[in-house]
T-cell receptor, first 111, second 113 residues
Framework: QKEVEQNSGPLSVPEGAIASLNCTYSDRGSQSFFWYRQYSGKSPELIMFIYSNGDKEDGRFTAQLNKASQYVSLLIRDSQPSDSATYLCAVNTRGTDKLIFGTGTRLQVFP | DVKVTQSSRYLVKRTGEKVFLECVQDMDHENMFWYRQDPGLGLRLIYFSYDVKMKEKGDIPEGYSVSREKKERFSLILESASTNQTSMYLC????????????FGSGTQLSVL
């Protein structure tokens, strides 16, 4: 079992819709969860982080964490073509500052 | 803004060559990391460092070594480059104060022929 799992996609959504990206992780001791966005040919950039169960909202982005189910998700409201990218889920390794990354989900937002 | 600078955007080397990839960060971050990124495999950690002259192996350290002589600089060394080390190499840094928010450099696409 991979430590951090994501569906590779592509996930295709129309402009204006809600895009829902999901991630599961195996280490129950993980405490920090991150979403990175990576445009083609570019390096990853941090867009959201969450430490506690529940929802965290930042503009059009909402991160959701359910530690009991070992599940973290990213919702993008009012999706725009500029949101088309690969979204990487990352989870910390218990007791360290190391992050384990999923392989990413490719999102396509079409006009 | 945090700036993480990698010395080369593209690099072409021959099998058996010794290769140096340099990374510099300007935010006085404690932690520095080297990842490689391959299609379908995602980001994999090669080595990381929590302090000057300190290094720890990541998940795929074989064939690589690192050097951190100054806090701002973290070098990745391929002692004898092989074709299976053709990849995108990404350097990252983080503050190390309980926060694991990584800031990435722009990456080095290394091709080993």
């Amino acid at each position: 079992q991979k430590e951090v799992e994501q569906n590779s996609g592509p996930l295709s959504v129309p402009e204006g819709a809600i895009a829902s990206l999901n991630c599961t992780y195996s280490d129950r001791g993980s405490q920090s969860f991150f979403w990175y966005r990576q445009y083609s040919g570019k390096s990853p950039e941090l867009i959201m982080f969450i430490y506690s169960n529940g929802d965290k909202e930042d503009g059009r982005f909402t991160a959701q964490l359910n530690k009991a189910s070992q599940y973290v998700s990213l919702l993008i409201r009012d999706s725009q073509p500029s949101d088309s990218a690969t979204y990487l889920c990352a989870v910390n390794t218990r007791g360290t500052d190391k992050l384990i990354f999923g392989t990413g989900t490719r999102l396509q937002v079409f006009p | 803004d945090v700036k993480v600078t990698q010395s080369s955007r593209y690099l072409v080397k021959r099998t058996g060559e010794k290769v140096f990839l340099e990374c510099v960060q300007d935010m006085d971050h404690e932690n520095m990391f080297w990842y490689r990124q391959d299609p379908g495999l995602g980001l994999r950690l090669i080595y990381f460092s929590y302090d000057v002259k300190m290094k720890e192996k990541g998940d795929i350290p074989e064939g690589y070594s690192v050097s951190r002589e100054k806090k701002e600089r973290f070098s990745l060394i391929l002692e004898s480059a092989s074709t299976n080390q053709t990849s995108m190499y990404l350097c990252a840094s983080s503050s190390g104060q309980g926060g694991e928010k990584l800031f990435f450099g722009s990456g080095t696409q290394l091709s080993v022929l």
